[in-house]
């Protein structure tokens, strides 16, 4: 008998433990209100609304309401557990909220409902929180969808979200009016038409927040692409994507968390799309911007990290490179700045930072792309800001430039080897180079600014510094502006570049002051060459360089210089056999002890038209969309007929046109990117029986 007590009182305590533990049941009994009791059935009866220890079902035809100011709660949550053939719905209106700690479901039908129908979650702006999502649409038939339309809320999941639509009815988790949705483990889908849809909308958000790693996006049967408008990666740890995504808003990277894609697949961005680096740990650049990893260029970047960002690829930025907070370290990459891009919000605590072999890269420099002074905030470090300015809009083309900025100023010119100043200069060497050169005349202004506190050398002075260029052999002395006090130097009329980089040296006053240089085509078809000073200390003489190209010269004329004067001196000599063409001149100054500096460069045309032949123009150029041809003063029968033929860069004739004699002995044509052409350079040719003709041309 007493064994029978103990047994019974083991029972009845077993069976107390498993109720007391197990969750309630409450079922929904009809359309209503969250908060109204007549709503739920099961072990609500009636009595009660579910609380945060509930489990919940809202069953197949039933549309459930959760009020303003309701903040609902419930352990687990399923929407048509029991299948049937009517769809749910779940709408939250005014200020309400809904709290799942473990499963939000929503299950398929059971059977064929005979139309098209959809299952419903609408949030209104409101916010879902749940541990895991799980939705799935019926089963061979499409009929059965199912969505979760979030308006401008936000919906957190967790853990995993998991989409299974059978190949068959949509699922659709829709963010299209501006919301977001976070997850905190991965999203699975289990075919291709689930959706994610964000990049309808204009401010759709999707934030993977896992403190640790995570998948992007996950496929479970199939590829999945998606689409993002805004994206962030939030938490700590790699976020991988093993699928192709695009981005078209913003690209947000926050924390200590980096970005990895699956080998052979690419991030896409739209036109406006702009990736942000946002923490207050450092950060480095991943596979979101690695120009080998995007089918489209990066658009925008933006450093808004106190602890600075390092780059980890090289990459190009087509829109604006924009700081906020902290630098941009470059290491051995390259940072590229497309041919209409631009950089804003650097100052001296927040830039480019070149503390390796990676070089800071701008394209399109020059009076018909970026035009006017072009800033390069860079710097060798952290604490030393030495930006750098280029104006490229007296050569006679757009140019791609690169530069950086190295820590010692070296007799060869380089970042590396060599034996470094140790007084009269500033302790940095600019490393700026043409990377890509269109223009057949150089004349560049070179701005140099640096720390007068702390990068000037024993014996510098500012108020005789001149900026010097390393032409491979020897530092040569630039012609410039500016006095130096305020530690910015300005060289005009740089012609060269390669070699070597620049440098700020000084010592004693400068051996020249130019007031003017000029080159005039007179009538009797010589060229006058015209140049005065200010003042002259140890002036030996001036030489005058003659170019067909602007890149190879050669003597023409030397004259005597004035020793030491004070006063204004003019000088002047003739090119007495001009060169056909355009002919470019320069001015070599020469020193009693054999150093010279060269001044800024100049040029003349000179054409000759003899009888019975054609003069060719092609105008603009660059031209935009149309490029027009005209060749005048065709006199003469063997200028009865002109072809005119379009050739690219490696011969290929891509269009051809035989036009019709004009009265006055003309000609006129005109192409553009309708005669199949893209953009690029090609060469103008047109013949007669006699003569040939050609000219070069941009089309943009």
């Known amino acids: 008998m007493f064994k029978q007590i103990i047994i019974l009182i083991v029972t009845i305590s077993t069976l107390m433990f498993f109720n007391s533990t197990a969750n309630a049941q409450c079922t929904s009994a009809g359309d209503g209100n969250w908060d109204v009791n007549a709503t739920w059935g099961g072990d609500c009866g009636g009595t009660r609304t579910p609380n945060a220890a509930d489990d919940v079902e809202i069953l197949a035809g039933h549309d459930i309401i959760i009020p303003t100011g309701v903040s609902a709660a419930c352990s687990k949550l399923s929407m048509m557990p029991d ?25 398929p039908l059971d059977a064929d409902p005979g139309s098209d129908i959809e299952s419903k979650i609408t949030m209104n702006g409101n916010n879902i929180t749940c541990n895991s999502l799980y939705m799935e649409s019926m089963k061979d038939k499409k009929k059965h969808a199912q969505t979760i339309d979030v308006g401008t809320g936000t919906l957190t999941v967790s853990n995993n979200i998991d989409l299974n639509d059978n190949d068959k009815a949509k699922i659709t988790i829709d963010l299209s009016s501006g919301g977001t949705l976070v997850v905190g483990g991965d999203i699975l889908f289990n075919d291709k038409d689930s959706d994610i849809n964000t990049a309808s909308g204009t401010t759709g958000s999707v934030n993977y927040n896992k403190s640790g790693a995570q998948t992007v996006v996950r496929s479970i049967t199939n590829d999945k692409d998606i689409d993002y408008f805004n994206l962030t990666l939030s938490g700590s740890g790699v976020k991988t994507a093993n699928d192709h995504i695009t981005v078209n808003g913003n690209f947000s990277i926050q924390g200590t968390t980096s970005f990895d894609i699956a080998a052979g697949k690419k991030v896409t961005y739209g036109g406006s799309a702009t990736t942000e680096y946002n923490g207050s740990a450092a950060q480095t650049t991943g596979d979101e911007i690695d120009e080998s990893n995007t089918d489209n260029t990066t658009t925008n970047i933006t450093i808004n990290n106190t602890s600075d960002v390092t780059l980890g690829s090289n990459a190009i930025v087509t829109g604006t490179l924009t700081f906020t907070n902290g630098n941009l370290n470059l290491g051995t990459y390259n940072l590229t700045i497309g041919s209409s891009g631009s950089i804003s919000g650097y100052n001296s605590s927040r830039y480019v930072v070149t503390d390796g072999t990676g070089y800071l890269r701008q394209n399109n420099l020059g009076s018909t792309g970026r035009s006017g002074n072009i800033d390069f905030p860079i710097g060798i470090s952290t604490t030393s800001y030495t930006l750098a300015t280029i104006n490229n809009d007296n050569s006679d083309d757009d140019d791609d430039f690169s530069a950086r900025v190295c820590d010692k100023v070296r007799d060869n010119g380089t970042c590396s080897g060599g034996t470094p100043a140790s007084n009269n200069a500033v302790d940095r060497n600019w490393d700026i180079n043409m990377q890509v050169t269109n223009s057949s005349t150089i004349s560049t202004d070179v701005t140099l600014n640096w720390n007068t506190a702390s990068d000037e050398l024993t014996g510098f002075t500012n108020g005789s510094c001149y900026i010097s260029k390393h032409d491979g052999s020897d530092w040569t002395k630039q012609q410039g502006a500016g006095d130096g006090s305020s530690g910015s130097r300005t060289a005009t009329g740089v012609s060269g570049f390669g070699g070597g980089g620049f440098g700020m040296g000084s010592g004693g006053a400068l051996p020249i002051e130019l007031l003017s240089f000029t080159a005039t085509l007179t009538e009797e078809k010589t060229v006058k060459l015209m140049w005065s000073t200010a003042a002259e200390i140890n002036n030996d003489y001036f030489t005058i360089e003659r170019s067909t190209n602007g890149l190879t010269f050669e003597e023409i004329a030397e004259e005597p210089g004035a020793g030491n004067s004070n006063e204004r001196r003019d000088y002047e000599t003739y090119d007495d056999s001009p060169v056909q063409g355009t002919v470019y001149y320069r001015l070599k100054q020469t020193d009693y002890d054999g150093k010279y500096e060269y001044f800024k ?9 003899p009888t019975g032949t054609c003069i060719l123009k092609v105008y603009p150029n660059p031209c935009y969309g149309q490029c027009n041809v005209s060749l005048s003063e065709c006199q003469g029968d063997e200028n009865s007929q002109i072809q005119i033929d379009v050739v690219d860069v490696i011969g290929n004739k891509v269009t051809s046109y035989i036009p019709t004699r004009n009265m006055d002995g003309s000609f006129n044509y005109y192409f553009d990117k309708g005669n199949y052409l893209v953009p690029g350079v090609y060469i103008v040719r047109a013949a007669s029986v006699r003569e040939e003709y050609s000219k070069r041309v941009i089309l943009k």
């Open 601 to 609: 460069l100049i040029s003349v045309s000179y054409e000759v038209t």
């Open 83 to 107: 299948g049937g053939i009517t769809p749910t719905t779940l709408i939250l209106n005014g200020t309400s909220s809904l709290t799942v700690t473990d499963e939000l479901e929503m299950h």
